[in-house]
């Protein structure tokens, strides 16, 4: 996975009840799995905790108990044997934005070690036009023939 050079984070997790329940903790974590340096354009990173940890300056237990609340609260989906994590509701501000981009994330997405998350991000992708156009018929979203896709 290679860094991406741009993020979007929408100002509406500030209204997110979800995210204001927590403690500061889980949201300075949320903000580093969200914008960080190892976020794809699927929403995706892997992260070993050691690592994760150095990046912060956290313990490792601080950083555990951070992610755990987010699990708990649904704001990120994590498999601790791959070290992946998914930011849950990634389209709804990072929809792919045209075939090409969609192709990119796909190939993020193909690129995933956990079936936990490689199936969440995917259903999720298949939710926005150019996910499912793609999921769909990779060459016919790509190539731009057929009406359905004009």
Known sequence: MRER????VSPAVW????FNSLPDDPRVLWFY?????????AGCSRIPPAYASADLGW??????????????ADLIVADDEANEIYVCRWFQH?????AKHAAGIASNIYALDS??????VEADF??????????????????GDGEAYE
């Open 115 to 120: 079936d936990i998350i490689r199936e969440r």
């Open 94 to 98: 990072c929809p792919p934005t045209n």
């Open 5 to 8: 050079q741009f993020h979007k």
């Open 15 to 18: 209204r997110s009840r979800r």
């Open 59 to 72: 313990s490792a237990e601080r950083y555990a108990a951070g992610k755990s609340e987010l699990v708990a």
């Open 33 to 41: 799995f969200a914008t960080g340096p190892h976020q794809t354009s």
């Open 126 to 143: 298949a939710e926005t036009l150019w996910g499912g156009r793609f999921l769909d018929s990779p060459g016919r979203a790509i190539n």
